[in-house]
């Protein structure tokens, strides 16, 4: 799935929200998650985040991959 980094933190644009067609961003309280079971991988939030904070999970920037898991673990059952 695609994953939300840092870049995102009380930036929160939302653009991304917009161009998903399956709706599975969703808001925290200080940046937005991808559900990694909703996300069918079709890339088109990708490109529409004006911060670049969004990345396939396998090719997340080096030193961020701690978000990749964090993406997940949001969408744990408490
Ligand atoms: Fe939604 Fe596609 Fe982005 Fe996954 S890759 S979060 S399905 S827009
Ligand atoms: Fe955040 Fe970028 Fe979406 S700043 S809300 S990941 S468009």
């Given at each position: 799935p695609y994953v939300i980094t840092d870049a995102c933190i009380d930036v929160m644009d939302r653009s991304c929200m917009e161009e998903c067609p399956v709706d599975c961003i969703y808001e925290g309280k200080r940046k937005l998650y991808i559900n990694p079971a909703e996300?069918?991988?079709?890339?088109?939030?990708e490109p529409a985040c004006p911060v670049t904070a969004i990345s396939l999970d396998t090719k997340v920037?080096?030193?961020?991959?701690?978000f990749a898991e964090d993406n997940a673990r949001f969408f744990e059952e408490p």
């Open positions: 996300c069918i991988d079709c890339g088109a939030c920037p080096s030193g961020k991959a701690e």
